[in-house]
């Protein structure tokens, strides 16, 4: 009987669908993209911007990658900024939140979205640490509806897609637990190749394609290294996609350079 009741929902949703018949390698591409935008609004918005000051964006680029987090995350900015901050004030300590060489690679890498969770609901510490991010109506709405985000995303994937925009969203939703909780939180204290004797265990995922999935993010040690610098990639052979996004904006005029150097 559950099986006929969702073979029949399968078949309304996509009957009732924009795109629902899609060679798999467009569904395929469709999620990269989608992902790639999430992991850049993340190190652009979140992490460059918000959290160290290092760039700015004008305010509607600033706007769509609030609305962007929201549909694909859920993550309150001053939560993320707080967590991260807490992170580089205490890092490799037992208030580092989610440090590898306290918890353990394997914790860290498997459990980072639980650990990020568990500090973002400190509120001590979110009161401490986030201090500086938006505090407007929208975000008042984003924080307590927080979940109507990626809600809307996955009711909006199955009117465009139909059921295979499910799957689409379960990768979309799992896109930045895994790589900004498990991978550069954990892999990045912990795997790979140091460019700078930084007093943490911060390493760079060698390889480009880490930075392409991670936007630049994989460079971790560098970033250590000059926490509030607007750019990762430091040495020849390096790459930072983010920092790239960035420039094409600030060539049109929709985002400045605060920092560069640890500078003002």
Known sequence: MLLDSLSGLSFWINAHALWPALPVWAYVVITIIDTHITTTSVTLYLHRCQTHGSISF?????????????????????????????????????KDPHSPIVYGIWRVFLMGTALYHKAAHNKALVEQYGKGTPDDAIEFVYARMALLGPTSTLFLNLWMFGTPGFVMWLVEMA????????????????????????????????GPHWSLLTAGEALHNNHHHIQNAARFSMKRGEIDPGYLYFSILKAVGLASQRREDGTT
Do not use: K, Q
């Open 58 to 94: 004008a305010a509607p680029v600033a706007h769509f990658w609030r609305l962007w987090l929201w549909l694909r995350t859920g993550m309150p900015t001053r939560e993320w900024v707080a967590v991260h901050r807490c992170h580089h004030a205490n890092v490799e300590t037992d």
């Open 175 to 206: 896109w930045i637990p895994f790589f900004a909780a498990g991978v550069i939180n954990g892999l990045g204290h912990y795997w790979g190749y140091r460019n700078y004797e930084t007093p943490d265990a911060s390493t760079n995922l060698p």
